[in-house]
């Protein structure tokens, strides 16, 4: 685990951990003391929340120009931040050590971390979207064509995301555009491994997994001993990484006017509460 990775992201508040009174909505519909925003490694929420959004413009406007386009706005943001080119090149180190012959990147937050490596180590890069299709592009992005106009057949492929969690995005789309174009894919490289089963699920179809950082307690220790965290919110997240249904049973028991408050609130706390009622996650009288 990189001590420098874990730094950055609290540093740039990739990972929050929450005051003790006022836990994270999960879109699952469930509670807890800390929330992931990988993206926001490029340098900070407003750079992150930006860059979102062109990516949103620029698929909508051109799949065949958004390679290029996007590939032109890091480069900018590399050159500038001290946090993106760490973990750019970090990233870029990590997989110079494996034999592949391009690397892809899943729409929308894997491309923050799939491109500049695939420039610097001078690999084509496939841009992969939500739907399965993709487009081809060479290591200096200057001419990007539709992924079924190469003969892609044997070639090795390497998949770079922000983080992994059951791995469900490569199960319904990144694997199978891959091997649907005939190429292989038997490892893939991510920022964080979130330890809820990706590895298991992601072994079931033959790809190994390798992560600079995990949700686990070694990376709230270094939080807390770093003074980032306090320890009424470092034994939330230890008693969440124990078991997360019990934390948000126990947090219901001691909040006993959350979920109404929550609802009062309307937007996406009451969305967030609605759902976790329909998935009988918990009850109105909790």
Request: glycine share 4%; aromatic share 12%; hydrophobic share 40%.
């Amino acid at each position: 685990m990189s001590n420098q990775v874990i730094d950055a992201l609290f540093k740039t508040n990739a990972i929050r951990v929450a005051p003790q009174d006022t836990p994270f909505w999960y879109t699952s519909g469930t509670l807890g003391p800390f929330y992931i925003n990988t993206h926001f490694l490029i340098k900070d929420e407003q750079t992150a929340s930006d860059f979102l959004k062109r990516i949103e413009t620029y698929i909508a406007e051109d799949h065949l120009t958004m390679p290029k386009r996007l590939f032109d706005d890091f480069m900018e943001v590399y050159e500038s931040s001290e946090t993106f080119k760490m973990i750019t090149d970090l990233l870029t180190s990590k997989l110079s050590e494996y034999d592949f012959d391009y690397i892809s990147g899943g729409e929308r937050r894997d491309y923050f971390f799939s491109m500049l490596p695939a420039h610097f180590l001078g690999k084509p890069h496939l841009s992969i979207f939500k739907d399965g299709s993709s487009v081809y592009s060479t290591s200096d992005f200057e001419d990007t064509c539709d992924s079924s106009m190469v003969d892609l057949k044997g070639k090795k492929a390497i998949h770079v995301a922000d983080l992994i969690t059951e791995a469900s995005s490569y199960v319904r789309a990144w694997i199978p555009a891959i091997r649907g174009l005939g190429s292989d894919i038997n490892v893939t490289v991510a920022i964080i491994d979130r330890h809820q089963n990706g590895r298991e699920n992601l072994m079931a179809l033959n790809c190994d997994m390798y992560t600079f950082a995990g949700i686990d307690k070694a990376l709230f220790d270094r939080a807390f001993d770093s003074k980032v965290i306090n320890k009424a919110q470092y034994d939330l997240v230890m008693s969440f990484l124990e078991d997360p249904s019990k934390y948000m049973s126990d947090f219901l028991s001691s909040h006993p006017d959350f979920i109404s408050n929550e609802i009062r609130k309307g937007g996406k706390s009451k969305d967030r509460a609605m759902l976790a009622i329909e998935k009988g996650l918990i009850t109105l009288n909790n």
